[in-house]
């Protein structure tokens, strides 16, 4: 089982130009020879000819001594040991190489660790049983190497081949998280136990205030990345959906239901599950031709998909899994399979707060308004979104439909499957450290200096409830001081000299 060109040397892979010439090796190498039609990966590995070792953002460089030997086993436990575990790729592999190849690798070194993960996945991913004998002693080892990937830490024994599987998820959907340094460090600090500090000794009456208006904004800002502006009771409705997730099992009906909350009108689409293609995208002006930027599952496969995704959402949530890394393989794994024909974005972002609440990464009784935090980086949301659709169009053979919508010829579904999230994790941990430190806290100071503000008008003026709010919001509007418009119609009972204490009380509790 060798291959000569295992060995070559490159400068460019794919149009990825490497930091110098030197082996590839691993992953890289594997996609090479069997020229497997799938997307590249983030990072490669090379061998230095210079004995050097270092990194960059596409490439892993490695001094000659890690080079391995010209064969497809060993290629493979270089890229296990060093790469971590490529679901995509090994699946497109197993189909590609013939079974007794398969075999005849692992029977080289039947009990070694790296064999033994390569026998493991193959049987999972292809559902075949390798003509091997189970093994009857050995130590039982983790499939993912936490060093590299996040696993889950309640993984299932397989006796088989004495193996831990690990993977966070199931078979059919499986999304996998590089552990990365920006990972580690969001993680080390402990983010839900910040926000449940900083809620601490804050009145309830005022957290449920503040839990209110959260809701709603986040409501607003998950139609406004839409590009919509829904009417207020429809804002409100959204609304009140966010603020029970969590509390009701995840389930197709359930997913039904959440689109139906969605959609205001169903008149012009088919609700449930799509039957017929869908791509995120525009029209040709002239021909209608479609240009996509993301091409949706195959219709045929969403409910599969979907079905295996509820299974791994119960494995994620269930188990000791960072909730934001569950939420990020949840909420993005289903945007990217695209299984309604409308509503997608909402529902994916509601999958945020679903499994967070789900595994009490937030405090009791406030809602993280996600949403708000990604609208303020709504293009960096669009470039992570794009970072895994866009080179997907590449490996996706698709017609133009009568409708001018899109018909998928390919098999695709493993795309879909099998991706590496950890671009979205990453973006994902900003966004809740953005509402963790700086959107909750604002609202809860905002609400304690309200109500300050509040309490003296109200001494000083016996002024109704409804009033304050609107002298309020036209103090904020003009930096604090009260229009002429205002002082002439909605304040005209003012005086002078009562509008000039409002105003320095005003900057005197909300700040300059």
């Known amino acids: 089982m060798s291959y000569n060109r ?7 892979f794919h149009g990825r130009e490497a930091p110098e010439e030197a082996y590839l090796v691993g992953y890289g190498a594997i996609l090479d020879v069997f020229e497997l039609n799938i997307p590249l990966s983030s990072r490669y590995c090379l061998i230095s000819q210079r004995n050097r070792v270092y990194e960059t953002k596409d490439w892993k460089v490695l001094s000659i001594r890690y080079l391995p030997e010209d064969t497809l086993g060993k290629h493979l436990v270089f890229a296990l040991k060093y790469e971590g575990i490529n679901l995509l790729l090994l699946k497109k592999l197993f189909e590609t190489v013939p079974i007794e190849q398969v075999i005849e690798l692992i029977q080289t070194e039947p009990t070694g660790q790296y064999s033994r993960k390569i026998w493991f996945l193959f049987e999972w991913l292809t559902e075949q049983k390798l003509s091997i004998p189970d093994l009857n002693q050995g130590n039982y080892v983790n499939l993912v190497e936490e060093s590299l990937q996040f696993g889950i830490s309640n993984g299932m024994k397989s006796q088989r081949q004495r193996i831990i599987n690990n993977l966070p998820g199931v078979r059919g959907f499986c999304p996998l998280i590089f552990r990365t340094p920006k990972l580690d460090e969001f993680i080390q600090k ?5 926000s449940s500090q900083l809620i601490q000794g804050i009145r309830k009456d005022v957290l449920q205030r503040a839990a209110a208006f959260l809701l709603l904004k986040d409501s607003k800002a998950s139609f406004t990345i839409e590009g919509e502006s829904p009417k207020s009771k429809r804002a409100a409705r959204w609304g009140q959906a966010i603020g029970q997730a969590g509390m009701k099992e995840l389930s197709k009906e359930e997913f039904y239901r959440l689109q139906q909350l969605v959609i205001e009108n169903p008149r012009f689409l088919e609700l449930g599950y799509r039957k017929k293609g869908g791509f995120v995208g525009e029209h040709d002006r002239l021909t209608g031709e ?11 496969d969403v409910e599969r998909l979907m079905d295996k995704l509820l299974g791994a959402e119960k494995i994620l949530t269930e188990g000791e899994f960072d909730p934001v890394l569950a939420a990020t393989a949840i909420a993005f794994g289903m945007v990217f399979i695209h299984p309604f024909e409308d509503g997608n974005g909402r529902i994916h972002r509601y999958l945020i707060h679903h499994v967070l609440a789900k595994m009490k990464f937030a405090p009791q009784g406030i809602i993280f308004p996600v949403s708000a935090a990604i609208l303020d980086r709504i293009n960096d949301y669009r470039k ?5 659709s866009l080179p997907l169009l590449d490996f996706i053979e698709w017609k133009e439909t009568k409708d001018h919508n899109v018909e998928i010829l390919n098999d695709t579904s493993d795309f879909y499957s099998y991706a590496d999230l950890t671009p979205q994790a990453e973006f994902l941990y900003e966004c809740v450290e953005e509402t963790v430190l700086r959107i909750i806290p604002e609202e809860i100071g905002y609400l304690a200096k309200f109500d300050s503000f509040k309490i003296y008008i109200e001494e000083e003026f016996e002024m109704p409830d409804k009033m304050i709010s609107t002298l309020v919001r036209f103090l904020e509007q003009h930096d604090g001081t009260l229009s002429n418009r205002a002082r002439e119609q909605e304040f005209s009972m003012l005086n002078t000299e009562e509008i000039a204490r409002i105003e320095t009380q005003f900057k005197k509790v909300f700040g300059e």
């Open 6 to 12: 295992f060995s070559k040397k490159i400068t460019f």
């Open 190 to 194: 402990g983010l839900s136990g910040q």
């Open 290 to 300: 479609p240009i996509p930027d993301h091409i949706s599952a195959k219709w045929q």
């Open 384 to 388: 992570v979104l794009e970072s895994y």
